[in-house]
């Protein structure tokens, strides 16, 4: 018997021995496996349609055009599922055409009351309200507040950066052009009947959001910006045939996307309105490339700020800061910068060709590397 076979035959059993090995292989291992995985949080998204024709703000949401918008889901407890049901329905709608913003909104209330009449009044205090929370460019900085009652009373503010950052809110900001309108289905303040809630009807002007926002406008075809809605629900009793807050009692917060704590100031957690010239209907929505990214970095900046209330500076190393250590396959491990008084976190891409990162700073600042869009 030649030596030639017996290699050839030797060779032939390595190759077969590799490929099974290659087949039987175990999966290879993910980044920081020794890490906890890190789940991203899903905020609710909305395809929002040009209007056919500009609406009449009235409150009573029959306008024709209104047919070519989609209800919301139904409002939930701010916590999420953590939460019971909210008691009474919620639920929104939008339009836009280049001069406003359009959005309409559905509150089933049994017992419907107001008392602030006052411009910039801290309405949430006293009253039922409904709110609205508009971040253009998703950064977490120049944000919009309204807030109204069923008197269509108006608080309206501008947040410089989130509260967790310092705030602060700026009262005397005003929204010049803004409609909006209110319609009483039922009774107003009067405990002796049942009602069967009020609906709100408002049209935004793009131009207050000229100067606090990089993206443009009226938005384009695909913009994306980060939105919420929220309901403030007292507890309330009569007395004397008046409705009044039952003292010490905590109110309910039912919201559009739902916030993970108590707390509508985290911009991170709003919705998705993603806006679009396309026949009503035929729309897909884009998920968001900034997801994980932003996911990794906000909960990495809550550490910062906690550790920073308990130190009184901010950790210097991850380890220090004792989070997990997050993994996730889109995403290289993350760096981070520490300076007295200030930090900035950054996390790459995995094989990306787009060398910058996304980054949050000591400001609450959220940063998209230039070729991710909002």
Known sequence: MSERPAVLTVVTLMFALIGVAMFFRPPLPKPQENGEELVVHQPKSYLCYRAAKPLVIDGRLDDAAW??????????????????KPKHRTRMKMLWDDTYLYIAAELDEPHISASATKHDSYIFHFDHDFEVFIDPDGDNQLYVELEM?????IWDLLLV???????PPLDSWENPGLKSAVYINGTLNDPRDIDQGWSIEIAWPWKCFEQLSRSPAPPKDGDQWRINFSRVELQQENVAGKYRKIPKSKEDNWVWSPQGAIDMHRPER?????????????????????????????RLQRAQ???????????????????????HAELDN?????LPGWYDIRVRARN???????QIRGDGCFVRPASVRQ
């Open 149 to 153: 009652n069923a008197l269509n009373t």
């Open 67 to 84: 047919q070519d918008a989609a209800w919301s889901d139904d409002f939930v407890d701010i916590e999420g599922d953590a939460r019971p």
């Open 161 to 167: 950066r989130p509260y967790l950052n310092g705030g």
């Open 352 to 358: 990306a060709r787009d060398s910058n990162p996304w």
């Open 270 to 298: 709003w919705g998705y309105v993603q806006f679009s010239t396309q026949k009503p209907g035929s729309a897909s929505f884009r998920a968001d490339p900034s997801a994980a990214a932003s996911e990794l970095l906000h």
């Open 334 to 338: 993350p760096d981070m910068t520490v």
């Open 305 to 327: 700020h906690a550790y920073r209330l308990k130190h009184g500076r901010y950790a210097e190393t991850f380890a220090e800061l004792g989070t997990p250590r997050w993994y």
